[in-house]
């Protein structure tokens, strides 16, 4: 999974919605922790701007 910058408008839906807390935002930058996400694509279905791909 991957946030991809242009198309992230910082909702911050993908943080809420992870079960492992693996999506979170610092400096501004959402990010993906891959070492904890399952590739269970909640982030993915909740954002309302298609900014994270797999």
Avoid: F, H, Q, W
């Amino acid at each position: 999974m991957e946030v991809v910058t242009e198309k992230c408008k910082k909702c911050l839906e993908c943080v809420r919605v992870c079960p492992v807390l693996a999506v979170s935002e610092k400096d501004g930058k959402t990010t993906i922790d891959k070492s904890l996400c399952l590739e269970c694509g909640c982030c993915a279905s909740v954002c309302p701007n298609g900014a994270i791909k797999y």
